[in-house]
């Protein structure tokens, strides 16, 4: 497959327009239409709708596959330039992991990367509950996965998991008989959710405690999911998080409770806004074609973090 071709197609798609992707590629509308249509006629199939410019489900499929053959032509293209000695050795690829990050999606784009691009050391960091956007933009990681999304115009990120929310509690709680049924927001309003140092971010408080001012009656502070836990099963306080968080933190005393009525969050794959960097947009387009194989709605690459009330 002409990999001209599918960067005219993915300039398209993330751009919504012919005119700006041609712009982004350098080359002239007449060409990039050129492009797609040779695609289009070489798979049989229509990939774009024209006015206004969107992906047909086709095209939504071709844009994952795409973007991982995108990565895997650099990589290669980078692999052969260090066997012949063209670039100098290499700093680690620094990942940082906020808890259990975007669950199995986590190892599997960690591990993809590793194959990918063998010769670059990866570094992988934990990150507190106050780090999704400070670890980032004091470059002490490269790529984050965090949740929520970072409400900072030096980041950008790209959905990774969409999930249903839950809250822990003691096992003595009287919450914890709804662990099978579920629970709703006003039952969940007045937990003793674990407090948060004052330098936390607000967009982490605010998913923390649902948006709301719970009155926050816990008395530890907790920056991991370790010393949530720890707290939870000393009766001490109730977390919150993505129901993926009960597969990852199975603490015999704490018992996870779906919140049916909560809306659902998403788990990112978060970067720095100028980071320009190979080894960045490779393991991004590694990340979002992992997403993409399992199901859950992808953010068009390259666009800030949704803003969140």
Excluded: K
């Excluded at 940082?96 to 990367?113: Q, V």
């Excluded at 990120?157 to 927001?185: F, K, Q």
């Excluded at 809306?263 to 080894?279: C, F, H, I, N, Q």
């Amino acid at each position: 497959m002409d990999l001209r071709l599918l960067s005219s197609f993915l300039a398209v798609a993330e751009e919504g327009h012919f005119g700006r992707a041609a712009a982004r590629l350098f080359l002239s509308p007449p060409a990039v239409t050129g492009h797609i249509r040779r695609l289009e006629t070489d798979l049989g199939t229509r990939l774009l709708h024209r006015a206004p410019v969107s992906l047909t489900p086709a095209g939504e499929r071709l844009a994952v596959h795409a973007r991982a053959l995108i990565a895997a032509a650099n990589a290669a293209l980078d692999d052969v330039a260090d066997a012949a000695g063209a670039r100098p050795a290499r700093r680690p690829l620094r990942v940082g992991i906020m808890g259990h990050g975007s669950a199995e999606l986590t190892p599997a784009a960690i591990n993809a990367y590793r194959r990918a691009r063998p010769e670059v050391p990866v570094e992988t960091r934990q990150l507190d509950y106050t780090e999704h956007v400070s670890a980032l933009v004091g470059d002490r990681v490269d790529v984050a996965f965090v949740r929520p999304a970072p409400d900072d115009e030096r980041i950008v990120c790209d959905v990774l998991t969409t999930e249903r929310r839950i809250v822990a509690v003691p096992e003595g709680s009287p919450l914890a008989d709804a662990r099978g049924t579920g629970a709703h927001l006003a039952d969940v309003a007045d937990l003793p959710y674990f407090r948060l140092p004052g330098h936390t971010p607000r967009v982490f408080t605010d998913y923390l405690y649902f948006g709301g001012d719970a009155p926050r009656r816990g008395t530890p502070t907790a920056l991991t999911p370790h010393e949530v836990l720890t707290a939870v099963v000393t009766g001490h306080a109730a977390g919150s998080g993505l129901e993926s968080f009960a597969r990852y933190y199975a603490w015999p005393g704490a018992v996870f409770v779906p919140v049916l009525d909560a809306p659902w969050e998403s788990s990112y794959l978060a970067v720095r806004a100028d980071d320009t960097g190979p080894e960045v947009r490779i393991f991004r387009a590694l990340a979002r074609a992992l997403a993409g194989d399992r199901g859950p709605r992808l953010t068009p690459p390259g666009t800030r973090c949704p803003a969140r009330p």
